[in-house]
């Protein structure tokens, strides 16, 4: 069930005290010009506790969004850094988002964290805002108005209510599991289990457990390794790690021996299930190219569909700037920019009547009858207008294009207008649009994404996300990431995640992964300072949410090719193989020229200054490859097994096996685990023996009493009634309270000493307690290389008992 977000009516609950008349019910109205319609906080207390609202919601609810107004004027009092913590009870609350605020008039909206990793949504009923700072210095922070933003149908709120408690319930027991099989309580464990049916980690994971720390079957734990190597079970730990990449160089050519010629601002599509990738039109530096070509990419051939697509019937002309997409059989083309319009876009170009621009020149290539379809010449309601540099992704799943910006051409050529977000149905063939262009601004207001040109998008199919990149406007280039989720129809802006500021040229997402790639280097960035030519093409992994931009770097020693910065290039990308596939571009300006201020940088360039390419590259992402994985891994295991070796064995034969077993699978190149390899000696000469814990919660009743020889204390009598602490009234019979129960803690070292029934059967030999937590141990450092979705929950109990990893239970009301 899809619901779009509504605004959550709320009420003042709670806050700490205000200065002057600035009650905390002002931010319930919105009054910008209005310098007296805000909460001001009073003066900070000298323990330092920071100011709060607490916000109680009319009904529970998704709370999804929070817009915080602000004045008419810049002013020193504005909120600056502020963090909020939501709840479903006003005692249940955590921590959903930390930020800050421009000093400007503009309100901003921010996406509160109601999604945990799991992906199960939580509930609210309470909101607590705690400003942190503002603006100015020695001033009370000001909040002018707060709106919230979510989902409060109540069936969908109750759905999404008693899923989260299962969660809960579910998380809390995998906890208790945990718990009781790390301190050695497995009758109880395998109980539990039994009972409610839960599985707590993948079956692998429990074999890798009950041959390494109930029987110490070292052999069968390698071949756990070796089994769960060949599922996804390391997926996760390999794609943490830093990613690396390869560039190829590809010189497949026809049956005549030629190949797409230079270009810039043509458009790529790529078919992954039949391995094809279509190349159409662009701009060499002279003229509009429509010249369509294909490329088998396993027997690394081209393939000319068509010289001159005009000469086809209902098929698109020469043309550079515009998009393309495959899905299902077709291609689908959108947009221009031709000869004509180039020369317009010229300071000194001849103005053309309105009437001359009809329709947004959609079409459709039906890939196997070889033969093209006009979807839209003329105006339509609601599609969108003639545009270029704009962007265009498809959902397989719901059959919908997606197309967002692009600078909009309409005869009007003194003046930049863009186009906004449009969405087309390919069933019913219908345009809707779902954003008009915003204003010119350089920051999100509202939901609108700000106008733009020459940006990136894709579309995470999973999350029905698109994920907008950079771009630019007449004014300025962004480097912004905006993201809007198709179902909700809501948008948040993502920059703060980011950590660079770049031009961000191309982007491709792997959609099983949920990896965004994008390319940076040569960049026609109007703003100054940008634009110009970078030594190597930069390559980063943006992986949502929460959002990390990590930067991608070559193979460490690597000799091989390298394709020089460009922009006006295309980039595709096949999922099935997991290869970037690149051609072409503009290369920038020619030396002669580089230092003209005058010389013109766009996509469709100058044929004097720019240099086209023609050149077509492949790329791969290497990461860590399973067998390092497995290395690891058996690395611990076997460190683990001569430590037991050297206090059941002599030393000899422990030593063999440490020369022999241990040493063959050590990166002697990695420092620390060289230097892991050379400690393991100490324990031929000092090996590890059970020990006591001294921790005072763990002493027996008796260690408290005194000792028996020791003589009894004398004790005094009060000598007055007001001596004691409690006294008989005159002619009242004395009643002394029982004293409370007092619950005294277990002995746990008893308990780890003592072996499980559930061990007993079939081991070979009983396990100590110090060899029980050494194993312990080194399960846990195995999980380390697992998925988080197949083991159990990280952390611990008692650590979740100490304000952590479980909240206090829900008061649903």
């Known amino acids: 069930m899809a619901c779009a977000p509504v605004s959550l009516p709320y009420t003042i609950a709670a806050s700490t005290p205000h200065?002057?008349?600035?009650?905390?019910?002002?931010?319930?109205?919105?009054?910008?010009?209005?310098?007296?319609?805000?909460?001001?906080?009073?003066?900070?207390?000298?323990?330092?506790?920071?100011?709060?609202?607490?916000?109680?919601l009319d009904t529970l609810a998704v709370v999804q969004y929070i817009t915080l107004g602000k004045y008419s004027n810049v002013h020193p009092c504005n909120m600056k850094d502020f963090k909020i913590l939501a709840g479903p009870s006003e005692d249940a609350l955590t921590e959903v988002l930390q930020s800050s605020l421009r000093n400007d008039t503009h309100a901003e909206t921010f996406e509160v964290k109601h999604v945990n990793d799991a992906g199960i949504i939580t509930p609210f009923r309470y909101v607590k805002l705690i400003p942190l700072s503002c603006h100015g210095t020695s001033f009370h922070i000001s909040i002018w108005f707060v709106s919230l933003q979510g989902i409060k149908d109540p069936v969908f709120?109750?759905?999404?209510?008693?899923?989260?408690?299962q969660y809960r319930e579910t998380t809390a027991m995998r906890y208790v599991l945990k718990h009781l099989?790390?301190?050695?309580?497995?009758?109880?464990?395998?109980?539990?289990?039994a009972r409610c049916g839960l599985q707590v980690e993948d079956p692998l994971v429990s074999e890798l457990f009950e041959s390494t720390v109930s029987k110490g079957d070292w052999a069968k734990a390698e071949s756990s390794i070796q089994r769960m190597s060949h599922t996804d079970l390391f997926d996760q730990y390999r794609n943490s790690k830093q990613c690396h990449f390869v560039w190829q160089r590809l010189h497949g050519r026809d049956?005549?021996?030629?190949?797409?010629?230079?270009?810039?601002?043509?458009?790529?599509?790529?078919?992954?299930?039949?391995?094809?990738?279509?190349?159409?039109?662009?701009?060499?530096?002279?003229?509009?190219?429509?010249?369509?070509?294909?490329?088998?990419?396993?027997?690394?051939?081209?393939?000319?569909?068509?010289?001159?697509?005009?000469?086809?019937?209902?098929?698109?002309?020469?043309?550079?700037?515009?998009?393309?997409?495959?899905?299902?059989?077709?291609?689908?083309?959108?947009?221009?920019?031709?000869?004509?319009?180039?020369?317009?876009?010229?300071?000194?170009?001849?103005?053309?009547p309105p009437d001359a621009f009809k329709g947004c020149e959609f079409y459709r290539y039906h890939i196997h009858a070889g033969t093209w379809e006009c979807l839209s010449t003329d105006p339509e309601a609601n599609a969108p207008p003639l545009m270029y540099d704009h962007q265009m992704v498809v959902d397989c799943n719901a059959q919908m294009l997606y197309v967002f910006g692009g600078r909009v051409l309409d005869g009007d050529w003194a003046n930049y207008k863009y186009a906004g977000l449009y969405s087309y149905d390919i069933q019913r063939k219908q345009w809707q649009q779902l954003q008009p262009s915003s204003p010119s601004s350089k920051s999100l207001s509202g939901s609108i994404i700000p106008a733009r040109y020459g940006h990136s998008m894709v579309l995470d199919e999973r999350t029905r996300t698109l994920y907008i990149f950079g771009g630019k406007t007449k004014e300025e280039s962004r480097h912004d990431i905006i993201a809007y989720d198709v179902l909700t129809k809501t948008t948040r802006d993502l920059t703060r995640d980011c950590g660079f500021e770049t031009s961000f040229t191309r982007a491709i997402i792997d959609p099983k992964l949920q990896e965004i790639y994008l390319f940076s280097g040569l960049s026609n960035d109007p703003s100054?300072?940008?634009?110009?030519?970078?030594?190597?093409?930069?390559?980063?992994?943006?992986?949502?949410?929460?959002?990390?931009?990590?930067?991608?770097?070559?193979?460490?020693?690597?000799?091989?090719?390298?394709?020089?910065?460009?922009?006006?290039?295309?980039?595709?990308?096949?999922?099935?193989?997991?290869?970037?596939?690149?051609?072409?571009?503009?290369?920038?300006?020619?030396?002669?020229?580089?230092?003209?201020?005058?010389?013109?940088?766009?996509?469709?360039?100058?044929?004097?200054?720019?240099?086209?390419?023609?050149?077509?590259?492949?790329?791969t992402f290497l990461r860590m490859p399973v067998s390092d994985v497995v290395r690891r891994a058996t690395l611990q295991i076997r460190k683990q097994q001569f430590r037991e070796m050297c206090e059941d064995v002599s030393p000899a034969k422990a030593l063999k096996f440490l020369r022999t077993s241990v040493l063959p699978v050590v990166d002697e190149d990695d420092p620390a685990e060289a230097e892991a390899y050379r400690g393991l000696l100490s324990y031929l000469f000092t090996p590890s023996?059970?020990?006591?814990?001294?921790?005072?919660?763990?002493?027996?009743?008796?260690?408290?009493?005194?000792?028996?020889?020791?003589?009894?204390?004398?004790?005094?009598?009060?000598?007055?009634?007001?001596?004691?602490?409690?006294?008989?009234?005159?002619?009242?019979?004395?009643?002394?309270?029982?004293?409370?129960?007092?619950?005294?803690?277990?002995?746990?070292?008893?308990v780890k000493e003592s072996e499980d029934p559930e061990e007993i059967k079939g081991a070979a030999a009983a396990i100590s307690a110090a060899r029980f937590q050494q194993r312990n141990a080194l399960f846990e450092s195995l999980m380390e290389f697992v998925s988080e979705n197949a083991k159990q929950p990280s952390g611990s109990l008692v650590a979740a008992l100490d304000g952590g990893l479980l909240a206090k239970s829900s008061m649903y009301k």
């Open 255 to 352: 049956n005549d021996g030629d190949v797409p010629p230079a270009r810039g601002g043509h458009a790529m599509c790529v078919d992954h299930s039949d391995g094809v990738i279509y190349l159409f039109g662009g701009w060499n530096g002279k003229t509009s190219l429509e010249d369509f070509w294909a490329y088998d990419i396993v027997p690394q051939r081209w393939r000319k569909l068509s010289e001159h697509t005009s000469l086809e019937r209902d098929a698109p002309s020469a043309r550079s700037c515009h998009k393309m997409v495959y899905h299902d059989g077709y291609i689908y083309v959108l947009g221009r920019l031709n000869d004509a319009d180039a020369l317009k876009l010229e300071p000194d170009g001849i103005a053309s």
């Open 528 to 619: 100054p300072g940008h634009g110009t030519l970078e030594s190597k093409t930069r390559i980063f992994r943006y992986n949502p949410p929460p959002g990390r931009l990590d930067l991608a770097l070559p193979v460490p020693g690597s000799s091989s090719e390298e394709p020089q910065p460009r922009f006006a290039h295309q980039v595709v990308y096949d999922p099935k193989t997991r290869t970037v596939f690149m051609h072409g571009g503009n290369a920038g300006l020619k030396p002669s020229v580089a230092a003209d201020d005058n010389a013109m940088m766009d996509d469709g360039g100058s044929p004097e200054m720019d240099t086209r390419l023609d050149d077509f590259w492949q790329m």
């Open 157 to 165: 709120v109750e759905e999404i209510r008693m899923k989260h408690e």
């Open 689 to 750: 023996s059970p020990s006591m814990s001294s921790h005072p919660h763990l002493k027996t009743p008796s260690s408290d009493s005194e000792h028996e020889d020791s003589p009894p204390r004398k004790r005094s009598r009060p000598n007055t009634p007001e001596d004691s602490e409690m006294s008989t009234p005159p002619g009242a019979d004395a009643e002394i309270p029982a004293p409370a129960a007092k619950i005294l803690p277990f002995d746990v070292q008893v």
């Open 19 to 56: 200065s002057g008349n600035y009650k905390p019910e002002h931010i319930l109205v919105d009054i910008p010009s209005d310098q007296s319609s805000r909460w001001s906080a009073g003066p900070v207390p000298e323990t330092g506790t920071p100011q709060w609202l607490l916000l109680r």
């Open 181 to 193: 099989r790390q301190h050695r309580f497995l009758t109880p464990y395998n109980t539990i289990l």
